[in-house]
């Protein structure tokens, strides 16, 4: 709480002593890079978070700018006003949440595409907005209306403008210490794993980009009656890239950096430009150089100078609680391939893949490199689309869904390479997979979900030996290979899924590690009662651990039998001989 409130009444109290400080001009400025800065602020979060980097917020800023204006010039009860300009913020926050979720639906990559699309909507906006003289007023604005509840911009409007650049701040500052906001960083961070922990990743950027689009519109609303006009230029390219320049440079990772960044580069512009006729150059200097060598900007900068003067506290252990259980505990049940092909372009992948497997036990999955073992696996979460053929999961065909609805299925999954995310914590790693398919809605905007331990991972991390119990405050990136492994696996199995995937678990691990994750897959079979499909090229662990032994060779199923029938198959023995370490 105090994170949230300290600096939140230092913004507070700062900005109330602007006006008897440097007067009432100077006030009427920096409440116009106020509003700026709440622009910036969201563009901030959707950046810094997801990675998203909308290229058109004045699309939202300028719309609903222009929509108050027209609710003053019509409409004069108050309260009518205030309601038509919460509609307009709330609309602006639907349609940003529809494009993104159009834009990003079943893609992990589209970034650039969404900025481009950003771009091209507010280039058309401009445009509108100047050839619409009815609507819009023209190239010369639309004016003519008393400010809202007839504040004076040069006097109690500013204080309307200090509360809300306050609140957008609580607001944003709370977020970042929610399951929320854990969950928007892991976007950026990882989203394919955050798809496979059962999140629909194009929702929450979806959400994202909404809160920031209804931030815009609400600045928007508050420009107009600042300004007492609205021009194309509120709704133009040139203000939305400068939106843009002042969150880099104020720092996009930070609440307070976008807005650091609009107050002080919109003044210097305001005090420099018609004095030094380079400013713009200089000002886009400042932009590439921050980009390049401090992406965190001035936020950044000024953060780590005072850690070095505030010695950090260390902080007690949290207080863990039991986690809910998961939404849907589904029994054990038979996985059948029936014909199953997979083509991608002319590369024939998975070629009439057949067999069913028992609803309990270790399957081990070997074969030769290029065989199609992981593509198998692909198919099963839905990372890739089978071309025919039909894959039931407890007699329910999952072959046509997306990743984020494997977990749902009861389908987990590790990958081949250890995929986590490697911006947090491993304890901040296991929350996010400890809310998986436990929380609802309403706890995301609730601290105590943090606080969640599942008793599978409490028993986990109860065991000495596995290397994560004593290093839940330390970043993933510092990690060996082999830890992240075990913090994977952890990760997977946090929702007890009946189908648990594991390609190469022991991958980059040492003897004793290998003993030790060798008895966890064993252990989570045994207290699960469901089914383990694990592709490994160690063939002791496939002695040690395999029920049945599934062995692919060139997309086609060679044997599925017992260890002891597999290996006395000579036609296994001509295409696949195996290893041990």
Not at 10 to 17: A, D
Not at 30 to 41: D, E, H
Not at 85 to 113: C, E, N, Q, W
Request: hydrophobic share 50%; with cysteine.
């Amino acid at each position: 709480m105090a994170s949230i409130v300290i600096p939140s009444g230092l913004l507070l109290g700062t900005l109330l002593l602007i006006p008897s400080l440097f007067g009432d001009f100077t006030a009427y400025q920096i409440g116009l890079f106020l509003i700026y800065g709440i622009v910036a602020q969201g563009i901030g979060f959707l950046w810094g978070k997801t990675g998203i980097l909308p290229l058109g917020q004045t699309i939202f800023f300028g719309s609903t700018a222009y929509a108050s204006a027209h609710i003053l010039i019509n409409i004069e009860t108050l309260g009518w006003q205030l309601v038509l300009m919460l509609l307009s913020v709330l609309i602006a926050g639907a349609i940003a949440y529809v494009l993104a979720t159009m834009v990003f639906r079943g893609k992990t990559d589209s970034g650039p595409y969404f900025s481009l699309i950003t771009l091209a909507l507010v280039l058309i906006a401009e445009q509108l907005a100047s050839t619409s003289p009815n609507i819009t007023g023209g190239f010369n604005g639309l004016s003519g209306y008393e400010p809202i509840a007839q504040l004076d911009p040069f006097g109690n409007l500013y204080y309307l403008i200090v509360g809300v650049t306050v609140v957008s701040t609580m607001l944003l500052l709370a977020l970042n210490r929610l399951p929320a906001g854990l969950i928007a960083r892991a976007v950026s961070d990882n989203e394919p794993r955050l798809q496979l922990l059962g999140f629909a990743t194009h929702k929450i950027k979806g959400l994202v980009f909404a809160m920031s689009a209804m931030l815009a519109a609400t600045a928007g609303v508050l420009f107009a009656s600042h300004q007492g006009i609205v021009t194309p230029t509120s709704a133009g390219f040139a203000l939305s890239a400068q939106f843009i320049i002042w969150t880099a440079v104020g720092g996009r990772f930070h609440v307070l950096g976008p807005l650091l960044g609009s107050v002080v580069l919109a003044w210097l512009t305001a005090e420099l430009r018609d004095d030094f006729i380079y400013w713009e150059i200089s000002i886009a200097a400042i932009f590439i150089l921050v980009v390049l060598k401090s992406p965190g900007g001035l936020a950044e900068i000024i953060s780590i100078y005072f850690k070095k003067l505030v010695k950090a506290q260390v902080s007690e252990e949290p207080s863990y609680c039991a986690a809910p259980n998961v939404k849907s505990q589904q029994p054990a049940a038979t996985l059948q391939f029936d014909q199953c092909h997979l083509q991608v372009g002319v590369v024939q992948i998975l070629k009439g893949v057949t067999f069913t497997t028992p609803a309990q036990g270790v399957v081990c999955i070997i074969g030769p490199n290029g065989a199609g073992k992981t593509s198998l696996l692909n198919v099963i979460t839905g990372n890739l689309l089978a071309s025919k053929g039909t894959i039931l999961l407890a007699e329910k065909h999952i072959h046509c869904r997306p990743p984020y609805a494997a977990l749902s299925s009861g389908i987990g999954r590790k990958l081949q390479v250890p995929s986590v995310f490697f911006s947090m914590t491993v304890g901040e790693n296991l929350t996010v997979a400890t809310l998986a398919q436990r929380a609802k809605w309403y706890h995301y905007f609730s601290a105590k979900p943090l606080l969640w331990r599942s008793a599978y991972i409490s028993s986990l991390l109860a065991h000495e030996a596995l290397p994560l119990t004593h290093n839940l405050a330390k970043q993933v990136s510092e990690l060996p290979q082999g830890h992240r492994q075990f913090l994977e696996f952890a990760m997977t199995a946090a929702a007890q899924p009946r189908l648990l995937l594991l390609d190469e678990p022991c991958a980059g691990l040492s003897t004793a590690e290998t003993h030790l994750m060798t008895d966890l897959i064993r252990q989570y079979q045994t207290q699960t009662k469901g089914l383990v499909l694990l592709i490994e090229h160690d063939m002791s662990i496939v002695e040690a651990l395999s029920d049945k032994v599934l062995v692919l060779h060139q997309g086609q199923v060679l044997a599925f039998a017992s260890y002891v029938e597999v290996k006395a198959n000579k036609d296994v023995a001509a295409v696949y001989a195996g290893g041990t370490k």
